[in-house]
């Protein structure tokens, strides 16, 4: 469904005279299929969220290209609302000055005009995230970190994308709260049959949603595992988070 | 209106805002607030005291100081308030320009400013009006060609930095409109920073153009001004020192109700800072 196409993508180093480029992201190229969960685990500065950026369209590649069932379409995906994005930092998700239900609605507006209608989804979607309705007109700094992704989760799956880029969506959470949004999202994926890329450096909880793993290091793809091999992973860098994992 | 219960909360803020309105309106209303013309010249009243007829007391040539001071409000606070806002309105649009869109724009804008910043800030109004000869206006242009650079500098930054949010983020990748996005998004929170970078700065240049005036390089005589009437009132500085205090109190007031002002609307308007600041009593408390 989503492919990816020998993307590559660097970022200009120093100065605007220096013609220093630092290479991000190189040749990368896989797939993800309807309803997959693809995880990919890297290393901080590894390039995962530039990836989710291009993928997103907020930042256009190098070379290469990112395709929607083999095309290559006009508007970027995020703006055809094929995909969609949950970001790791709760605290900067949601606009300061938003209620609930204005940050949700806000993507919606883009593609339907009936407010009316908008306003009864918002609470259904509320539902679907495990939010009473109550929560309608709170401010974020009124939500726990956890309540304010689930509020992002809602917003997310609002335009109804065929997937969502999830970038360290749980990481900030703390240990009981990830397993419930975890939880939370294994739900939707099944109910609404959305993809996630599901951006970690935690295998655990990738190991937990996904179905296959993109083991990436210095912008490239080490190597694509199906989460039953895990074990049997040939590249270093796995190797060492397995072995991590292990000691607890 | 959180904002208005939230500053009115705050006493201070408070009290600062309603000494900057009054001064505002007495300064617009002028003719009305004014006991006497300003300009009336009374040599037989000269240095008088303090009397129902003249709250004040007279100056040298016999004016009202009270209607000079009141007729004063307008070229020291009215007039650098109105280039204020202009640099400021310039510097916002570019720099709303330059933080959000970057590339070249910023670039481009950004030398630019770079240039404007690099004449030192007296050098300017000096050089101006040696060409175009002594008066306010000439000394306000010079300012507003002077600080729209810095002022689209600050602004520039803090809107690259609110960019670079999660928020903002989103809506540019669900497709929301560039304008809405600064609207809606950018606006309010740059609108903080925004309110007290300027309030802070406008007490810096009330006291410059009274410098100007005080060096008679501004407001012209025998119009009235707060800078100008305190060098005619240096002359009989020893003699007669209620002449400088009235100025230098009404020029000293305006500018810590500003100074205040701008300190409280930093709080007022960070709806997270606001809650930080509750713990923080909270704390102190415990
Ligand atoms: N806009 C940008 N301009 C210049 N360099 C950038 C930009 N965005 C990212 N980079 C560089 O690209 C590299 C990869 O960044 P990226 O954010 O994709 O890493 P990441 O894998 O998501 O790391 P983390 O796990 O910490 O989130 C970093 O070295 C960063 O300095
Ligand atoms: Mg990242």
Redesign the interface.
Known sequence: MLQVKRVEKSYAKGG?FSKERQQVLNRVTFDCREGECLGIIGESGSGKSTLG?LI???EKPDSGSVLFDGKKLK??L??S?II??V???YK???????TVQQ?IM??ME?TSRNTMESRKKVVWLLNQVGLPSSYLNK?P?ELSGGEVQRVCIA?AIS?EPKCIILDEAISSLDVSIQTQILELLKRLKDTHNISYLFITHDIQSAAYICDRIIIFKNGQIEEIVKTENLKNTQSAYAKQLLKSLMIY | MRFLKSLFKDKLAASSLVVILAVIIIGVFAPVFAPHDPLEVNISKKYAGSSWEYLLGTDQLGRCVLSRLIYGIRPSILWVMAALMLSVLIGAVLGFIAGYFKGKVDALIMRVCDIMLSFPGYVMPIAFVGIFGVGLENILIAFIIMKWAWFTRVIRTSVMQYTELEYIQFAKAAGVNHFKIIRRHLIPVTLADIAVISSSSVCSMILQISGFSFLGLGVQAPAPEWGMMLNEARSVMFTRPELMLAPGIAIITVVFAFNFLSDSLQTIFDPKLMKSKKIRTEKVEA
């Open positions: 605007i950026r997103l369209g907020i508007k970027s995020s703006k609302g969609s994005v970001f790791q930092n900067s998700s949601i606009n300061p000055f938003f940050a806000e993507p883009i401010y700094h917003r335009t």
